[in-house]
């Protein structure tokens, strides 16, 4: 296992592990911290594997935080939809 892996692996212990941890705000902090440094991990993973196994240690990170996806989701689907009236 290289060390892109292991960071990957790592970061997704401890997204686990905060998410067990109480949160006043529902871990949207923690969320904003663990896709700033999921990122970068990804560009590396990526670099070091290739394309296809980035894309799956994002999508095993789009699964652990699926709720800032949704919502990012569901703000882009409100501004394209706002662009097609708009021209109209």
Excluded: C
């Excluded at 923690?30 to 296809?52: E, F, K, S």
């Amino acid at each position: 296992m290289n060390f892109s892996i292991a960071l990957a692996a790592l970061w997704g212990i401890a997204a686990n592990v905060l998410a067990m941890i109480p949160s006043k705000d529902n871990h949207w902090t923690r969320a904003y911290i663990l896709i700033a440094v999921g990122i970068p991990i990804i560009g590396y993973v990526t670099l070091q594997n290739g394309p296809w196994l980035g894309l799956l240690v994002m999508a095993m990170g789009m699964s652990v935080l699926r709720w800032p996806v949704i919502y990012f989701t569901r703000w882009t689907k409100a501004k394209m939809q706002g662009m097609k009236a708009a021209k109209k």
